[in-house]
């Protein structure tokens, strides 16, 4: 079992920064790709972006040059730093961890409760 926590959620203005964290605890964090989604109300939970064991990456277009995530080692938490953030980026976000490192949700075996970003305009 991996449990996950995130935090670093907040409110801030369009084109301001905020960095997520995903802390883990459990089994040794480096030997899953973790995930970040978000979700708005009323819509699919939607892929933002990913991180290998080896640090391997992949990212939406939506967030493409605008989020960087990243990982250090063993337990260390995963980092998603926003930059640039428009008001379209609202919604719960979510960290997730997962054998297998893919864009896709249902691979994910472990999720975290979501940490809530608004950004105003």
């Known amino acids: 079992q991996v449990q996950l926590a995130e935090s670093g959620g907040g409110l801030v203005q369009a084109g301001a920064s905020l960095r997520l964290s995903c802390a883990a605890s459990?089994?040794?964090?480096?030997?899953?790709?973790v995930g970040w989604f978000r979700q708005v109300p009323g819509k699919e939970r939607e892929f933002v972006a990913a991180?290998?064991?080896?640090?391997?990456?992949r990212y939406a277009d939506s967030v493409k040059d605008r989020f960087t995530i990243s990982r250090g080692s063993a337990n260390d938490p995963v980092y998603l730093q926003m930059n640039s953030l428009k008001p379209e980026d609202t919604a719960v976000y979510y960290c997730?961890?997962?054998?297998?490192?893919?864009?896709?949700?249902?691979?994910?075996?472990?999720w975290g409760r979501g940490t809530q970003v608004t950004v105003s305009s």
């Open positions: 997730a961890a997962s054998r297998v490192f893919a864009i896709i949700k249902s691979v994910y075996v472990y």
């Open positions: 459990g089994r040794t964090f480096s030997d899953y790709a």
């Open positions: 991180i290998s064991w080896t640090g391997g990456n």
